[in-house]
């Protein structure tokens, strides 16, 4: 049964190295000093962790700088930017661009990732066809669930319901929404719940960004998560408004969020570089303190949201960045607080999707290794990967840079 030997391993928590037997996908054993004819990797003490879980990430508009350019620099700007552009998309171009990120994401560690489709008539079924074949072929390196929601509004754009419901009927993992793009927001976010009590899935919703404290809509989704007993099955993105809020606000918003079982995804790239456009100095970040929510038992993941697009310019699919990113806008520096912000790319996204948070016997062989000694230190020095499999297969490799002396 024995298919591959890592040697010399540090698991987090474990003062001593040890040995992890694969066979078969699976772990079959973690013990010491552990013999089998196999191939053999050595960690030579390096960190083993589940893989990286991208929580929230657009395939379908990724990598479009070169048609889509936004020059106000504003969330406004980056919806009509992609709008336009949208309507040139194909299938075949989604797919592309898609497989182009997706290879960066499996060679940063990441082996499973929430993906948001946009789904509206002007692109029809384009986006998520594209994402479904996707899913398919590189099944063997990253597992893709796909998340279908109306981008540009669900009330003010006939149509789009009856295709978010085929999407739904064939294949579709979740629901998501965009409120604060519809003619009527708390209708949407009724209609949504609506909709994912018919087909038993969770929801994710891009909600309150902006920096106007004075409303929002997390209150109406809270509202429905506990009308429709959807509790533990809600997330909500963004919501750059938290990162306002005076102390005793957002206590009450936690206590809130808290009861309605919802949670956080913070998608620290794009917010940065969105938030704020209006001001000439002291500029917002806009950064919601997702830290503080999960100190409350809120479920909190930090995410990339864009790469090389209106949105966010720039990317590489790094979670081990983007964690340290968080940390350094938030003026995050114990290892305590190092260890939430890996957990914030790793345990609870990994929950989120269903997947395992520790490596463990007879959970699936589906790892990195990274040079670091703790989970801290790989958000402090932003480790990558130099090695990882999914199910027992290796799937990358990304050697440590080497000095080549005199």
Known sequence: MLDYLVRNACLPGENTLVDIAVGQGKIIKIATSLTGDVPVFDAEGQLISMGFVESHLHLDKACILDRAKNKTGTLQGAISAVANAKSGFTEDDIYARGARVLEKAVTEGTNAVRTQVEIDPGIGLAGFNAIKRLKADYAWAIDLEICVFPQEGLFNYPGTEELLREALDNGADLLGGCPYMDTDPEGQILRLFEMAHDYDVDLDFHLDFDLDASWRHLDAVAKQAIAFGWQGRVMIGHVTKLSVLPKAELDETIAIMRDAGIGLTVLPATDLFLTGRDHEHTVPCGVAPAHKLTQHGVCCTIATNNVLNPFTPYGDCSLSRMAN?????????????????????????????????????????????????????????????????????????HPVAKLIRP
Do not use: H
């Open 325 to 397: 990113l968080y940390a350094n806008v938030s003026q995050l520096s114990t290892e305590a607080e190092l260890e939430n912000c890996f957990a914030m790319v790793s345990d609870a996204p990994a929950k989120l999707l269903g997947k395992p948070t520790k490596i463990a016997v007879n959970e699936a062989a589906s790892f990195i290794v990274l040079p670091a000694q703790s989970r801290a230190q790989v958000i402090s020095e932003i480790s990558r990967p130099i090695w990882g499999m999914k199910d027992g297969r290796v799937t990358f490799e």
